[in-house]
């Protein structure tokens, strides 16, 4: 099925990572859902940055490591920026992830395979692998026609392969 696609991003550097995260952004609307992976140092805050200047945050955006999630006002929609490196059961029932992910926000998620059980169905997985240097292989899987449509998109924008 057209639903188990996934799709690749190469980036060099910093930059090209950015202008995945600018062509995602064109997309977002409320309730989009993003889960990223990958291991320390990949590049997950830094997506999560570029996205956020994308969606027209003006605040800085640094790691949500301790503060789980952090909430910042875009230009049109707001930014949900969760760490769910530490989460535990009993935060994650505090916190209310649900209310986020269903909102009126668009959320990105760093080290989402943590909480499979806790992300909505529907989502764009994002992993990132480390190469030498500055070089990253984003693979992105869409689950749900919003995602698959984004992603055929970037696809015939010639952002993704
Ligand atoms: N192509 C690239 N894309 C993103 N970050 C890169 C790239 N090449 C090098 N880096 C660097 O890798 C580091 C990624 O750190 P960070 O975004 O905090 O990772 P994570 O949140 O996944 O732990 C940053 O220092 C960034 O400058
Ligand atoms: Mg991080």
Redesign the pocket.
Known sequence: MENARAYRFS????A??GRLAGALAQHADPGSVLALD?D????????SQSFARALGVRAVVN?PTFTIIKEYEGSELPFYHMDVYRLSQEEADELGLDEYFYGSGVTVV?WASLIPDLLPAERLTIY?ETGAD???QFCLTPSGERYERWCIGLRENGVLA
């Open positions: 980036s060099r550097n910093e090209e990572t990958g320390l140092g990949a590049g997950k805050t830094t997506f790691s760093e990132i500055g070089e990253r």
